[in-house]
């Protein structure tokens, strides 16, 4: 079977003397349906192997998190779903991942659309130095989306739990509100167009405690309309909120490889792999 | 409800395929600003063609070696003689008086406000020096002829004629000032903080850490900028044109009038010479000359400046 | 036993050395004074020379054989002129090569010979500009010495500063704003057009007023194109502008044209001395000129500086 040949050579290269557990036990299957379907997919930059070999699924209208140490890979992996690495230079990819059956990094895709049904957040909240109104309706009128602007905006922010705190300064700049703000900010954005996946790099990193609770709600919510995946180094995040938990690690080869996948649950109290084990419990990450 | 808006009837709602419309305008900007950026290609080929163009059918009357070591310049006068040396000679002249003024005090002004000066004295002395780079060149011929020559005339009497090569040389100095000043001290500016304090640390003194130090971590940014002041030096024209007169000259007496190259093309031009005559194509010899001339010192100071860009960036 | 008292004072040769770095921190002092005192000089002398020839008459009569009655208003026109259609054919073009090469090219072989050729450009000498269009604009299209054809030399002339200057405005936005507006599902002209020009905006104009300053002193190239006969007219005003149509005489840009540096340098070659005054005149005009373009685009920098505080 391919998954085993996978995990043979898998086990050539692992650091760790630990007894390894074959692929099929460490990546288990999700439950409902797929959104995005990751075969087998690596990432390259220039020479360099940035992903080795990742397989796995993300769930329709459920929290996915990537969790992982400095360097695995999961940030790579997150802007591959949503095509962002192609602006880097010598980016390349191999395997599969599709969407909806699809496979993105097909000749006909249309980048553009791919990255309107799948949105993204980022670690720093980036608005645009634009007015809050006009941050959230950039993204409609570039796609072309026809419908009461206004109206779409007070959508979009109300999604976002923003709309109370800015209703009556819409024309006020992007860049005057907290951090927090900001961020809910960058999510409405997200939202205003009408997105099928939202995408989260991290997104509370760079906030304090109460706005990062915020945000959690607000994914939470989200989660019911949207499917989420959400990078984070913050295990206890991870534990919070994500229904599905990928746990990725870097060898020693530089690449990051999935270690394990499977509801968060299961991850956190029963997990199979003793490099999970190690990292959950803190004894290195 | 996320994807309705989307929707056609027999349309998967989950294509991913483009909008062939935005495709083709964003092909046609991308062709655009391509277009835009290759303008400045068929510029230099333009250059190129047009000097070479007259220049070749200047050297079918013309032999390239009288031109190249001939010591007589009357291209516009009968007996007509194209020995080049004279006008370069003129350029070297002026183009060297014109280092010797600003090469010193361009270097001594970038270490005073790379090392010693403190950020609000720099903040206004830099600007300033940068005003001598702005003035017009028209200005400082002006200023020559008017100020510099009577005065020159005021220290060492007759000797110096109303056109002379040394009143062209130091008004292309000051004006180059700035050029040397500021390029050097970006030069000292990037050499590490660390690489000044281990001079210190071992009792050197300011005098020692920025001659011993910071000038040879430095050296190729400042040699750089002496060879684009040169080179600026070299392409100048209105200075030297109503400072130095229209006279080739071979003398080494820098109080006599000197022709620069520059002088020389701005002299046929006045004349309004017809195309195809030898003094139209004389134009486009000394000018292509002159390209090449500032072209070879332009390459070797980027050579210079991308070396030490490598080595701290 | 008797040890030897530790004394930190000077020898000598450290007292030598301490007198060196003293000279050294004048000396390098007065070669930064040295530029200023000669600007100073230089200033006070042209004022000395050329204020009691200022007058409003100065700068609305036309240009004689008589010194005392020459004037300096085509000069002006003509300027006014040459520079604004330099400036309608280098925006647009210098702006949209800098975005080709900063957000388009891909960093290959042929992007890095692009930016080679501008940086060599930049450092040609006008001179060469002015034979340039001499032979091409003037001479070859049969433009004859009109605007239109000093202004196209002036435009090859200046594209390289303003090109190389818009990369640093466009250098200097933040690729998280490309980053945010590019994951919405904006194309990359979107991009541009909606959140990085804007930005960059600010920057680029102050790139195109110091290229425009510098190219309204140059003397050389419009000299070559034949600006510098004795031309006792203006190129005409905007009502005469729809004669372009049809390209009839009318036309401002065909009409023959002089520049502030080229009528000063006809006044400054003459030996008389009221000659030299009535230039002198002229470069205070062209030298306030220039100090009010320049107080402009510091002015620009200055607020575009403080708007940007990510």
Not at chain 1, 171 to 179: D, K, P
Not at chain 2, 204 to 224: E, H, N, Q
Not at chain 3, 111 to 119: H, L
Request: aromatic share 8%; proline share 5%; glycine share 8%.
């Amino acid at each position: 079977m391919v998954v085993d040949d996978i995990a043979r050579t898998q086990t050539e290269r692992d650091l760790t003397s630990t007894p390894t557990i074959p692929l099929s036990e460490r990546i288990a299957p999700i439950t409902g349906a797929a959104v995005v379907g990751v075969q087998d997919f690596s990432a390259y930059y220039g020479a360099f192997r940035a992903l080795d070999g990742v397989s796995m699924q993300i769930a329709e209208k459920k929290i996915t998190a990537l969790i992982g140490p400095s360097g695995c890979g999961k940030s790579t992996l997150l802007r591959c779903i949503n095509r962002m690495n192609d602006l880097v230079d010598g980016f390349r990819a191999e395997g599969r991942l599709t969407y909806h059956g699809q496979d993105l990094y097909d000749k006909g895709v249309d980048v553009v659309e791919v990255r309107r049904r799948i949105g993204m957040v980022f670690q720093k909240p980036n608005p645009f130095p634009k007015s809050i109104y006009e941050n959230v309706a950039f993204g409609p009128k570039v796609n072309g989306i026809k419908g009461n602007m206004a109206e779409i905006v007070e959508h979009a922010l109300r999604q976002a739990a923003l709309w109370d705190e800015v209703k009556d300064k819409l024309q006020q700049s992007g860049l005057a509100l907290s951090g927090g703000q900001q961020q809910r900010l960058c999510i409405a954005r997200a939202l205003a167009v009408q997105p099928d996946v939202i995408l989260m790099d991290e997104p509370c990193s760079a906030l304090d405690p109460i706005a990062t609770l915020k945000i959690e709600d607000l994914m939470r919510d989200l989660a019911k309309e949207y499917t989420i995946v959400i990078v984070t180094h913050n295990m206890q995040q991870a534990a919070r909120v994500a229904d599905y938990t990928a746990f990725l690690m870097m060898r020693q080869d530089r690449a990051g490889e999935l270690v394990e996948f499977r509801d968060t649950d299961s991850l956190f109290t029963k997990p199979k792999d003793k490099r999970t084990e190690d990292y959950i419990t803190g004894r290195f990450g | 409800m996320a994807i309705a808006a989307r929707n056609r009837p027999g349309h998967d709602p989950y294509a991913l395929t483009g909008n062939r419309t935005r495709d083709l305008g964003e092909r046609v900007i991308h062709g655009l600003l391509l277009a835009c950026a290759l303008l400045s290609v068929i510029t230099t080929l333009a250059i190129i063609y047009v000097l070479l163009e007259e220049t070749v059918g200047f050297f079918q009357k013309v032999s390239f070696f009288e031109y190249v070591t001939g010591t007589k310049w009357s291209a516009l006068i009968e007996p007509r003689s194209f020995g080049i040396l004279p006008l370069v000679w003129g350029t070297i002249m002026v183009a060297g008086i014109a280092g010797v003024i600003a090469i010193p005090i361009g270097l001594g002004a970038a270490v005073y406000l790379s090392e010693y000066a403190d950020q609000r004295v720099r903040s206004i002395l830099k600007p300033t020096l940068e005003i001598l780079a702005g003035v017009p060149t028209i200005v400082y011929g002006f200023f020559a002829v008017n100020w510099i020559t009577p005065h020159l005339q005021d220290v060492f009497g007759d000797r110096v004629g109303f056109f002379n090569g040394l009143s062209a040389g130091i008004v292309v100095g000051v004006m180059v000032i700035p050029m040397v000043s500021s390029l050097s001290e970006d030069a000292m500016h990037a050499v590490p903080q660390s690489l000044r304090e281990g001079a210190y640390g071992l009792g050197g003194t300011k005098f020692d850490v920025s001659t011993r130090v910071v000038i040879p971590a430095a050296l190729s940014g400042i040699v750089a900028s002496f060879i684009l002041a040169l080179s600026r030096a070299v392409g100048e024209t209105m200075a030297v044109v109503l400072a130095a007169g229209s006279t080739p000259n071979l003398s080494l007496d820098p109080f006599q009038s000197f022709q620069t190259m520059t002088a020389f093309i701005v002299q046929v031009a006045l004349g309004d010479a017809p195309t195809g005559s030898i003094e139209y194509q004389a134009l486009f010899a000394v000018g292509m000359t002159l390209f090449v001339m500032t072209l070879a010192m332009n390459v070797v100071s980027q050579l210079l400046l991308a070396r030490y860009r490598d080595v701290y960036q | 036993m008797s040890a030897q008292p530790v004394i930190l004072t000077s020898s000598n040769r450290q007292q030598t050395r301490a007198w060196i770095s003293r000279s050294f921190t004048g000396g390098t002092f007065l070669c930064t004074l040295a530029g200023v005192v000669a600007l100073s000089v230089l200033l006070y002398q042209v004022l000395d020379e050329g204020l009691a020839r200022l007058s409003k008459d100065f700068l609305t009569t036309l240009p004689s054989r008589f010194a005392d009655r020459a004037g300096f208003e085509p000069a002006i026109w003509g300027s006014v002129w040459v520079m604004g259609i330099t400036a309608l054919l280098t925006i647009p073009i210098g702006m949209g090569a800098a975005i080709y090469l900063e957000l388009y090219a891909a960093k290959n072989w042929l992007t890095r010979f692009i930016q080679i050729n501008i940086a060599n450009l930049a450092g040609v000498p006008s001179i060469i500009y002015g034979i340039l269009g001499l032979a091409l604009f003037v001479r070859a299209m049969e433009l004859q010495r009109s605007v239109l054809a000093g202004a196209l030399t002036m435009a090859l002339l200046v594209l390289p500063i303003v090109i190389i200057a818009s990369q640093e405005a466009l250098r200097a936005v933040p690729s998280s704003l490309r980053d945010g507006a590019l994951a919405l599902g904006a194309t990359r002209w979107q991009t541009i057009r909606g959140q990085i020009l804007p930005v960059a905006m600010p920057g680029m104009l102050t790139g195109v007023i110091l290229a425009l300053s510098r190219a309204i002193g140059e003397t050389a190239p419009l000299i070559m194109i034949g600006a510098f006969q004795y031309v006792p007219f203006s190129p005409g005003g905007v009502a005469d502008l729809p004669d372009c149509a049809s390209w009839s005489d009318g036309c401002p840009l065909k009409s023959r044209f002089t520049v502030m540096p080229v009528q000063i340098y006809s006044w400054a070659a003459r030996p008389q001395e009221a000659f030299q005054q009535t230039a002198a005149a002229g470069i205070i005009v062209l030298l306030a000129v220039l100090l009010s373009l320049n107080s402009v685009a510091i002015v620009l920098r200055n607020r575009y500086q403080r708007k940007v505080k990510w």
